[in-house]
């Protein structure tokens, strides 16, 4: 089957699917629509009565009454009226129904986004699900607005035909002859205009992606000097973006002058006919201007279903890109176990756990571990060594490939939705900081008390730079965190982990950017919370790892080695390289920080 007729049948069951959701406003529109219909079509008639009741007999006499002129302005303004309010019904609930599918729909996807796996929102780029919610959500319901009018003024083309032939057949002939070549005209139109428009919508998805990546990377862009590299970029996408909306206007500017002029055409030829017809004295003048005028009306219906028609080639390919979302499959399913709330720390274990990003190589491989309750326990691996992946298995951000996560001997997928965020808390490396205040960053709507934030900030070692602000608790930190420097974010990250009293806490590198001293000021801090949690943090500093009960040793996706920090330094040659390497990497580093402050001292003192 043709691409446009697929468009044209995907189009009207979007229409349809419109309908269904919406019934009852639509009824209202379709009522406004009908009115506006019969009374454009009803002020054929007055126009003709007036012509040949008040204007002929004035003219042949030269006056008329003032009684004449009352009656035939009530009754065009009588008319207008009932055609105006039909209008403002119409167009009031036909807006009313797209805005409010485009929030429904708007809310159904980001709804989605919530309910789909990490894995998922890993294959699709962020700018991409942006463009999903926002300009596909719009486009698929942009038709809704002309909809309502084009089905309504059916009842108008049916009214004004009807009064066309009782008025005067032959003439309504000849003006309804017009109508093939514009049906025509208008088929021709959507088969040229349905794949330019495709293309063009699927270009405004691109765009909105790489604006958003741009806009993500601002730091790395300005950092780096790329900001010309990146506009050129978006310039690209958006040429091509220019050049196909250039292309839908030059098919609109060709085609719709000759949809324009084909019903005055029409109109042409009736009146040339008519007044042939008037000076044989076969035919009356308000006639003759009832069917012209008719004639006109006529051609809006089917403009107006052109427009409708128009619409739907960019409407079908957002409501595709719309309802891949909808139709995603991977979400992630819940039992009905729900955890215990006794307090205590949780009884972490995994067993055989392999999982992969794609499906030809697996990051993780076959896993078993067990952590006590009230342990820390410290993962330690090379880059690249699945230690961040396990963390996110750890909190069910996504599900093992094979194997299963044991949070008290419950396999983590048949717990109640929410029984793992109520257990277990994980603090990333990379710490997102919200456009708010601190209180806001780190309850995230939790329902505490100022004295929890406060003392999740003395744990986080964040209570004393946080008093220091002027506001304080109230104190906004900027988009990103931008006031405050990278250990500051993190330590909030970390605050907002502990303020929910987590029996589980996964620390994925999570105080990377402080002081090692800090950081071990935050792992004592840990051991002393009340109920103390089970602890799992992937660490690489030794101080840090000294501090751990047990340490676990992952390379290539598999456990290595597992025991105290002093046992794996004296069996495990890859643990032991490993460590030497950070502590060799740090000492550089420090040495480095040691010459430039002696260099700097140098130029000082000549």
Do not use: C
Not at 357 to 366: C, N, P, S
């Amino acid at each position: 089957m043709p691409d446009d007729q697929v468009t044209l049948r995907e189009g009207l069951r979007l229409l349809a699917r419109a309908v269904r959701d919406e019934p009852g406003i639509f009824a209202i529109a379709i009522a406004g629509s009908a009115v506006y219909g019969i009374t454009t079509a009803l002020s054929a008639t007055v126009i003709g009565r007036v012509t040949d009741e008040v204007i002929v007999p004035a003219f042949a006499q030269g006056r008329t009454t003032a009684a004449a002129l009352a009656v035939a302005g009530l009754a065009i303004v009588g008319v207008s009226v009932l055609k105006a309010l039909g209008m403002v019904v119409r167009r009031f609930y036909a807006g009313v129904m797209q805005y409010r599918l485009q929030a429904r729909y708007r809310r159904a996807v980001t709804r989605r986004y919530l309910r789909l796996p990490l894995s998922w929102h890993h294959r699709h780029p962020t700018g991409e699900l942006l463009s999903n919610a926002n300009a596909d959500v719009e486009a698929s319901w942009y038709p809704i607005a002309p909809f309502p009018m084009a089905v309504g003024v059916l009842i108008m083309l049916v009214t004004a035909v009807v009064a066309m032939v009782l008025t005067d057949p032959a003439l309504a002939a000849i003006g309804l002859l017009v109508f093939p070549a514009i049906l025509g005209v208008n088929l021709l139109y959507q088969r040229r205009l349905a794949p330019l428009a495709t293309h063009a919508q699927a270009l405004r998805g691109e765009l909105s992606g790489v604006a958003h990546e741009s806009f993500d990377g601002a730091l790395v862009v300005k950092a780096l000097g790329r900001e010309a590299n990146e506009a050129d970029r978006f310039a690209a996408v958006a040429r091509r973006l220019r050049d196909a909306n250039v292309g839908v206007g030059r098919v609109r500017s060709a085609f719709d002058p000759v949809l324009e002029a084909l019903p005055g055409l029409g109109v042409l030829i009736v009146l040339l006919a008519g007044a042939a017809r008037i000076s044989a004295g076969s035919l009356d003048p308000g006639e003759l201007v009832s069917v012209a005028y008719l004639l006109m009306v006529v051609a809006f219906p089917v403009r107006a279903i052109g427009w409708v028609l128009g619409e739907l080639p960019r409407a079908v390919v957002g409501w595709r890109r719309v309802d891949r979302v909808l139709r995603a499959s991977g979400a992630l399913r819940h039992g009905d176990v729900v955890p215990s709330d006794g307090g205590q720390p949780a009884d972490l274990a995994v067993r055989a756990v392999s999982y992969s990003y794609a499906h030809d190589r697996d990051v993780l491989h076959a896993v078993t571990l067990d952590v006590a309750p009230g342990r820390t326990v410290a993962v330690v691996g090379p880059t690249g060594s699945g230690k961040s992946t396990l963390a996110g298995l750890l909190v069910r951000l996504v599900d093992p490939r094979t194997g299963e996560v044991l949070l008290d001997g419950v396999d983590v997928r048949q717990l109640a939705r929410g029984g793992v965020a109520g257990s277990a808390a994980l603090a990333f490396q990379y710490a997102f900081v919200f456009d708010g205040t601190v209180r806001d960053n780190v309850t995230l709507g939790l329902p505490v008390t100022d004295d929890q934030v406060w003392t999740a900030l003395r744990v986080a070692q964040a209570d004393r730079f946080v008093a220091a602000l002027p506001e304080r608790l109230d104190a906004v930190v900027g988009e990103r965190g931008a006031t405050l420097s990278g250990g500051q974010r993190q330590r909030l990250a970390l605050a907002r982990a502990v303020v929910r009293g987590p029996r589980l806490l996964i620390l994925d590198d999570a105080t990377s950017a402080v002081d090692p001293q800090v950081e071990q000021r935050i792992l004592a801090e840990l051991r002393g919370v009340e109920p103390r949690p089970t602890v799992v943090v992937v660490a690489y500093r030794r101080a840090t790892i000294a501090l751990a009960d047990e340490v676990v040793y992952i390379e290539h996706g598999r456990i290595a080695a597992r025991g105290t920090h002093e046992e794996l330094l004296a069996t495990s040659a890859g643990y032991r390289n490993l460590l030497t390497a950070y502590e060799r990497d740090a000492a550089e580093r420090a040495a480095l920080r040691t010459d430039e402050e002696e260099l700097v001292a140098d130029e000082v003192s000549q």
